[in-house]
């Protein structure tokens, strides 16, 4: 079992930068998959961006490419998205998710609100 949890959501203006933490328990943090994604209001829950477990490869949808980094830390058990240039777009609850073929754990969302 894996519990993650999310911080460093909130309000930013449009061109500003946020970085989101999510820290999971559990012993094998290490070899699973993580991922963020994000659900803004009236739309469904879309990929941002992943990294795998065993080269730390990341992969990004289009809409961030360039100016989101995800990163992992495997000896503090956590995974990180670096968000720059943001945009009034970028508004939504960003979710932290983990597994290691299917992402099987989620988090409980932080709130990430751009102001243009």
């Known amino acids: 079992q894996v519990q993650l949890v999310e911080s460093g959501g909130g309000l930013v203006q449009a061109g500003g930068s946020l970085k989101l933490s999510c820290a999971a328990s559990g012993r094998t943090f290490s070899g699973y998959r993580m991922g963020w994604f994000r659900q803004a209001p009236g739309k469904e829950r879309e990929f941002v961006a992943r990294?795998?477990?065993?080269?730390?490869?990341?992969a990004y949808a289009d809409s961030v490419k360039g100016r989101f980094t995800i990163s992992r830390d495997n000896a503090r058990n956590t995974v990180y998205l670096q968000m720059n240039s943001l945009k009034s777009e970028d508004t939504a609850v960003y979710y932290c998710?983990?597994?290691?073929?299917?992402?099987?754990?989620w988090g409980q969302g932080t709130q990430v609100t751009v102001s243009s």
């Open positions: 998710a983990a597994g290691a073929t299917a992402y099987n754990y």
């Open positions: 990294i795998r477990s065993s080269d730390s490869n990341a």
